[in-house]
């Protein structure tokens, strides 16, 4: 079945450090990509999404680059705030799946200190 | 617009006792989906309804009951709660099935079940 796997966490970085959190994915067919983001005490809202291979989603100064032929998805960004601290969602969507139903990755939390 | 939201955001029950999570979307969504959240897991989904009128089991759909009411509203029921139900449900919906299509999450309701 199709599944997502992504770093552990947590991630403890300096305020303008740089942010990578690895994502790797197992699909058939062309899924899409998601990266979603948890603040504390919040629900999840989309961070960014690439709907085909090469594709790169960008939102808030993150990036994150759709590689079929390493079948990955990694989230970076160059220079994180404080107010980055979160937990990261990887997630998939594929047709063999459920009416679109995400497929998640464990969660990486990132901890961004002054 | 309050996109999605949930009710209520705290919950403690006794073992065997049942309850009714609550959901509802003002973003004339077609499909709504309900996962939860344990450490470690991602989400797992639970229950999700295509279109007003249909409901299907997602991933770990045993102990729990949905009920798409209308459009705009989903619930989901637990009859006879158990400790392994402690975790925070979240509530989703999107436009359609399509799997480019971006879900929207509630803000979650934290179930803990003694």
């Known amino acids: 079945g199709n599944s997502v796997t992504q770093m552990e966490g947590p991630v403890t970085l300096s305020e303008e450090a740089f942010l990578t959190i690895n994502c790797t994915y197992t699909a058939t067919g062309y899924p899409s990509l998601f990266w979603y983001v948890q603040y504390p005490g919040e629900g999840l809202q989309l961070l960014l999404k690439?709907?085909?291979?090469?594709d790169k989603g960008s939102n808030k100064g993150f990036e994150a680059t759709y590689r079929k032929e390493t079948t990955s998805f990694h989230l970076e960004k160059g220079s994180v705030q404080v107010s980055d601290s979160a937990v990261y969602f990887c997630a998939l969507s594929s047709t063999t799946d459920s009416w679109g139903k995400l497929q998640f990755g464990a969660g990486t939390q990132v901890v961004v200190t002054p | 617009n309050a996109g999605v939201t949930q009710t209520p955001k705290f919950q403690v029950l006794k073992t065997g006792q049942s309850m009714t999570l609550q959901c509802a979307q003002d973003m004339n969504h077609n499909s709504m989906y309900w996962y939860r959240q344990d450490p470690g897991m991602g989400l797992r989904l639970i229950y999700y309804s295509a279109s007003e009128g249909t409901t299907d089991k997602g991933e770990v759909p045993n102990g729990y009951n949905v009920s798409r009411l209308n459009k705009r509203e989903f619930s989901l029921r637990l009859e006879s709660a158990a400790p392994s139900q402690t975790s925070v449900y979240f509530c989703?919906?999107?436009?359609?099935?399509?799997?480019?299509?971006?879900?929207?999450f509630g803000p979650g309701t934290r179930l803990t079940v003694l």
């Open positions: 690439a709907t085909k291979a090469d």
């Open positions: 989703a919906s999107k436009i359609s099935g399509g799997i480019t299509d971006t879900q929207y």
